[in-house]
C-alpha cells in the first residue's frame, strides 16, 4: 500500500452494539429455536482496527510468511511514495536480531498537527488507528501513489505487537507509540532535530497473529528492497542488519541500492549468465507532461529459459498482473506482426499469440499513474482500465522504431517467435496423435524392413535413396541389427516448409513412425528404436542435398538424436577400380586419383566404373562398401557446442525460406566453387 500520510479519515474507538431495550412484554414468534436465539444482540459491530485483528487475511492476505512480508512493503511504500515526489533521497532499512524492523526517510515527515475533525488527536494518531486515513486521496500531496485503499500502515499498526513512530519536522523530533493498534502514549516531543526529518517506523509483528511465521527473512527483506531502487532510480535505499542473522548466506549485512539505470540495470541482473536471441534489450522510458505519471520497460528473450514478466504500477509488484502486462502483449504482438507485414512474412506470422511472443520473453516494465485501481487488498492486480491503453500505444511506437532501426535483430526475433508458434502447434498435434493411439498396437510404415532385433542396442535403420537402392539395400543387410527404410527422392526441406505441409508429408511420416521416438518437445531418447540412424544416399551432388535435407530434419526435429549420437552418414563408392585380379573402390575423384598413384600405379591398365547410384550396384557389392560393420566407414554427425550458434546461423541461411541469403552465399563462395568441382561430403 502506497503512502497513507495527510488525509484523513473518519472512525471513532471500538466498541460493540449494544442489545436493544426489550418491551415490556416480549414479541412471540411462532420461529424455531434457533430463530428465537438469533436477535439484534447477535450483530457484532467492530470499529476502528478491531476487523483486521480479527480477520486480516482480508487486508493481507492470510497470516503466513508471505502476509507477514507484505507488512513491510506497506511502509517502504509510504517511504517510496515521498521519493517519486521529490521529497525524499535515501530510504534506510534495518532488521535487528529481537526481530524489530525500521525504516526511515528524510522525507516531509507524517504531519502532526490537529487533524480538523478529531481536534483531539494528531494527523499522525488518525493515519495510524483509523483505516482509510492517508494522503493518497489528495491529488495535491501525491501525484502519483501505490493505490487508494488507504489501509497499509493503519494494518501494519493494527497486526504489530509494538510500533513505534518518529517523526522529524520543523527541525523537531515527535513520538508516538502503538501496542497492538491502540494508543500506547500520546503524541510527545522528544526534542530538537536540527540535522534531521522524515518519517521513522519500527515495529515488531504481533506472534498472536503470525504464530511462528512471525519473523521476517533477511533474504526476502533484501531483495525487496533492492527492487525499490531499481524502480526508481531516483532513491538511494540503505540496507543493514545484524550480522548473526545473515551469517554463512549470500546476503550482506550491509549494502547501498542506487540504480541509475532503473529496470535496464534490474534486467541485466535478472538475466546474467542467459543466452539471449538478440543481443540488444529493448529498454524504454516515458514521462507524461507535469510529473503525472510514466512509463518504462525493459525487455528480452531468452534461448533456454522460460520467460517470465515482472510488472509494478507506482513501485507496486503486481504478482498478479493487470490491465499494464494486457497494454505490454499487445503492443509486443502487433508490433512484430507489423514487420512480418513489411518483410512478406505476413503467411508464416499467422497463427502466432501473444502466447508465442511472451514465451521466453523476460520483461520488466513499471507504471506511475494517477489513482490506480487494484483488485484485492494486498494489490496483486492493476485492474486501472487506462492503463492497457496507456501502455500499448506508447510500447507500440517505441517497439516499431526498435524494430525499424534493426532489421538483422527484429527478423532473426520474428524467425524465433514464428518458430515457437509452430511447436507450440506441433506439440497439440503430437497430443492428439497420442489420445488417439494410446490404445493401438505400434505402427510401422509399409515400405520399413524392420530388423528381427527386439532390442534397439546394436540395431540400425539405413535410410536409402529411391526403392531400387533400397531393393539392394533389403538383400544386403543383416537381417538381425539392420534395418531399411527407402525414401523416395528428395524430402521435404523442414526449414522452410509450414507446419500444414510437414504434417502432411508422408516420407516424413514414415520416419518419425520408424523411429518411435516423437520429434520436438515430445521427444523420447528411450523410445527410439535404433542405436545407429545412418543416411545412405548417392554419392553424387543429387545424394549430397538428399543427406543435408534429412540432416536438416533431424536438426530441426530430433536435435537430442545428433546430440546423443545416433546419426551418422554412410559413405559409398563412386567408383569401382579393376586391375586384373586386383580391384578397389573410390569414395570420390579424390580418392580416385590416390589410389591411381599407390595402389594401381605402374601395374598396366585400370578398368573404371563409374556408380550412377546405389541402385546399380549388386547386393554383394553394397554390403562389402557400405553396410558390412567390418569393412564401411561411416561418418558420424557431430555438433560441437562452440559451434552450436554458427551451425544455427548456417541451416537457416543455406536451408530457410529465405532464397536472397542463399544467393548470397552462393556469390560469397562463387570463386571457390569453380576452383574446385567437387567437395567431399
Known amino acids: 500500500m502506497a503512502s497513507d500520510r495527510d488525509l484523513f479519515g473518519t472512525g471513532g474507538p471500538s466498541r460493540k452494539a449494544k442489545p436493544a431495550k426489550p418491551a415490556a412484554e416480549p414479541r412471540k414468534t411462532s420461529g424455531t429455536p434457533d430463530e428465537a436465539g438469533y436477535t439484534a444482540a447477535s450483530i457484532e459491530v467492530l470499529e476502528g482496527l478491531e476487523p483486521v485483528r480479527r480477520r486480516p487475511g482480508m487486508y493481507i492476505g492470510g497470516t503466513d510468511e508471505a502476509a507477514l512480508h507484505h507488512l513491510f512493503a506497506e511502509v517502504i511504500d509510504n517511504s517510496m511514495d515521498e521519493a517519486v515526489a521529490g521529497h525524499a533521497t535515501f530510504i534506510e532499512v534495518h532488521l535487528a536480531a529481537d526481530g524489530w524492523l525500521t525504516v526511515t526517510d528524510n522525507g516531509r515527515g ?16 488518525v493515519i495510524m488507528t483509523v483505516l482509510h486515513a492517508g494522503g493518497k486521496f489528495d491529488s495535491g500531496a501525491y501525484q502519483t501513489s501505490g493505490g487508494l485503499h488507504g489501509v497499509g500502515i493503519s494494518v501494519v499498526n493494527a497486526l504489530s505487537e509494538r510500533l513505534e513512530v518518529e517523526v522529524a519536522r520543523g527541525q523537531v523530533l515527535y513520538r508516538q507509540v502503538f501496542e497492538k493498534g491502540l494508543v500506547k502514549s500520546k503524541l510527545e516531543t522528544v526534542g530538537k532535530a536540527p ?57 550482506p549485512a550491509q549494502a547501498v541500492f542506487h540504480f541509475p539505470g532503473g529496470l535496464k540495470d534490474y534486467l541485466a541482473q535478472d538475466i546474467e ?34 520467460g517470465f514478466v515482472h510488472s509494478y504500477c507506482n513501485t507496486i509488484p503486481t504478482a498478479d498482473g493487470g490491465t499494464h502486462e494486457a497494454g505490454l502483449r499487445t503492443a509486443l504482438l502487433r508490433g512484430l506482426k507489423d514487420h512480418a507485414e513489411r518483410v512478406n512474412q505476413t503467411k508464416r506470422f499467422s497463427n502466432v499469440t501473444s502466447d508465442d511472443v511472451m514465451a521466453t520473453c523476460a520483461a520488466l516494465i513499471s507504471v506511475f499513474i494517477r489513482e490506480p485501481e487494484f483488485q484485492g487488498q494486498n ?85 536409402v535413396e529411391g526403392d531400387s537402392a533400397g531393393g539392394s539395400a533389403k538383400q544386403a543387410r543383416d537381417r538381425a541389427s539392420q534395418a531399411i527404410l527407402p525414401l523416395r527422392g528428395k524430402i521435404l526441406n523442414v526449414a522452410s516448409a509450414t507446419r500444414d505441409k510437414l504434417a ?71 567408383y569401382k577400380m579393376t586391375q586384373g585380379s586386383k580391384s578397389a573402390y573410390a569414395r570420390n575423384d579424390a580418392h580416385r586419383d590416390e589410389l591411381m598413384r599407390t595402389i594401381f600405379a605402374g601395374r ?29 566407414t561411416l561418418l558420424k554427425v557431430v555438433i560441437q557446442p562452440e559451434d552450436r550458434e554458427e551451425t544455427s546461423s548456417s541451416v537457416e541461411r ?28
Not at 507524517?110 to 494518531?125: F, N, Q, R, T
Not at 549430397?544 to 534429412?550: D, F, N, T
Request: aromatic share 8%.
Open 110 to 125: 507524517i504531519p502532526i498537527d490537529p487533524h480538523p475533525k478529531y481536534p483531539k488527536k494528531s494527523a499522525l494518531e
Open 195 to 251: 540535522n534531521r526529518r522524515g518519517t521513522r517506523v519500527r515495529f515488531k509483528p504481533d506472534p498472536e497473529i503470525f504464530g511462528k511465521a512471525a519473523h521476517f527473512k533477511p533474504a526476502r527483506l533484501f531483495r525487496m528492497s533492492r527492487s525499490k531502487a531499481y524502480l526508481f532510480g531516483g532513491v538511494e535505499i540503505r540496507w543493514t542488519c545484524t550480522p548473526a542473522l545473515v551469517a554463512g548466506s549470500e546476503i
Open 273 to 306: 549468465g542467459k543466452e539471449q536471441v538478440v543481443e540488444q534489450v529493448f529498454t524504454g522510458k516515458v514521462e507524461k507532461p507535469g510529473g503525472h505519471g510514466s512509463l518504462e520497460w525493459a525487455i528480452s528473450w531468452l534461448v533456454q529459459d522460460d
Open 379 to 463: 494489490k496483486g492486480r492493476l485492474m486501472t482500465v487506462e492503463a492497457a491503453k496507456i501502455v500499448e500505444n506508447t510500447m507500440r511506437d517505441a517497439f516499431d522504431h526498435w524494430l525499424a532501426s534493426a532489421p538483422t535483430t527484429a527478423n532473426k526475433l520474428l524467425d524465433w517467435t514464428i518458430e515457437r508458434s509452430e511447436e507450440r502447434l506441433r506439440r497439440r498435434a503430437e497430443k492428439d496423435v497420442a489420445r488417439k493411439t494410446a490404445t493401438r498396437k505400434l505402427r510401422l510404415p509399409g515400405k520399413l524392413a524392420d530388423c528381427s532385433n527386439a532390442s534397439s542396442d546394436n540395431s540400425e535403420l539405413f535410410i
Open 504 to 574: 502432411a508429408n508422408q516420407q516424413i511420416s514414415d520416419l518419425a513412425l520408424a523411429l518411435g521416438c516423437g520429434t520436438g518437445s515430445q521427444y523420447k531418447s528411450a523410445e527410439l528404436r535404433y542405436d545407429k540412424v545412418i543416411i545412405m544416399t548417392d554419392a553424387d551432388v543429387d545424394g549430397a542435398h538428399i543427406a543435408s535435407l534429412l540432416i536438416t530434419y533431424f536438426y530441426r526435429q530430433m536435435p537430442k538424436l545428433i546430440d546423443e549420437g545416433h546419426l551418422y552418414l554412410a559413405v559409398p563408392p563412386l
Open 604 to 632: 598396366g591398365k585400370v578398368e573404371m566404373s563409374r556408380f550412377k547410384g546405389l541402385g546399380e550396384m549388386l547386393p554383394a557389392q553394397l554390403k562389402e562398401t557400405t553396410m558390412d560393420p567390418r569393412k564401411r
Open 654 to 681: 543455406l536451408m530457410g525460406n529465405k532464397p536472397e541469403a542463399r544467393f548470397a552465399f552462393i556469390q560469397e563462395r562463387a570463386t571457390f566453387a569453380a576452383e574446385k568441382e567437387l567437395v567431399d561430403i
